[in-house]
């Protein structure tokens, strides 16, 4: 099992920044994919990013070069750096977690352990 809880989300203007952490407890050493999707209201989630165990990174489009997802093994904890803030950004944020060998970002919102996921709104 697998525990996991999301922090940092928050309100920002367009141009903002946040970071958010996830916490990470249990059998983590099995888990292989850490990542974060989002899903706004009246959306389709949408995987974000992820990293796998030999910390390679993937991102979607909508966000490349402008979020960054980096772990810190030695404190279990995730986290997802987000600059340059967008309205089109605003969701809830949720963190996830699998032991798959492959880590693909469009896969994240379909892995067993998720959070309960922290709000990010976005205003212009």
């Known amino acids: 099992q697998v525990q996991l809880r999301e922090s940092g989300g928050g309100s920002v203007q367009a141009g903002g920044s946040l970071r958010l952490s996830c916490a990470a407890s249990g059998s983590t050493h099995n888990m292989n994919c850490m990542g974060w999707f989002r899903q706004a209201p009246g959306k389709e989630r949408e995987g974000v990013a992820v990293i796998d165990g030999s910390g390679s990174t993937s991102y979607a489009d909508s966000v490349k070069g402008r979020f960054t997802i980096s772990q810190d093994n030695a404190n279990n904890t995730l986290y997802l750096q987000m600059n340059n803030l967008k309205p089109e950004d605003t969701a809830m944020y949720y963190c996830?977690?699998?032991?798959?060998?492959?880590?693909?970002?469009?896969?994240?919102?379909?892995?067993?352990?998720r959070g309960q996921g922290t709000q990010v709104t976005v205003s212009s």
């Open positions: 996830a977690a699998e032991g798959w060998r492959y880590c693909a970002v469009m896969d994240t919102f379909t892995y067993g352990y």
